[in-house]
């Protein structure tokens, strides 16, 4: 399981089951932190096995670059990404 800074991903198990997050930082290669803007708050990502997650293949490049330069990441910003992606699934 390969994630990066950025990637869209799917719950597969919890309660927040079925649900979409984007990947805020990959801590090690069993756990990342994940947030949606909207439950879950970019000020309290949620700490998410790895295996309890299915990799979408998507990444938010907007999101990406901004974690890339250490710029804060908003959480309208990650509504916005979220409701984009749902629109094209």
């Known amino acids: 399981l390969d ?26 290669e069993n756990y990342v932190l994940i947030a949606d803007g909207s439950i879950r708050k970019v000020d309290n990502p949620k700490l ?3 295996k309890h997650l299915e990799n979408t293949g998507k990444t938010s ?9 250490g710029t804060r990441v908003t959480n309208p910003e990650i509504n916005r ?8 699934v």
């Open 3 to 28: 994630f990066r800074d950025g990637n869209i991903v799917l719950s597969k198990a919890g309660r927040d089951k079925g649900r979409y997050f984007i990947v805020l930082k990959v801590v090690d």
């Open 48 to 50: 998410k096995k790895c």
């Open 61 to 69: 490049e907007r999101v990406c670059e901004k974690l890339a330069m």
């Open 81 to 88: 990404e979220l409701a984009e992606f749902k629109e094209d």
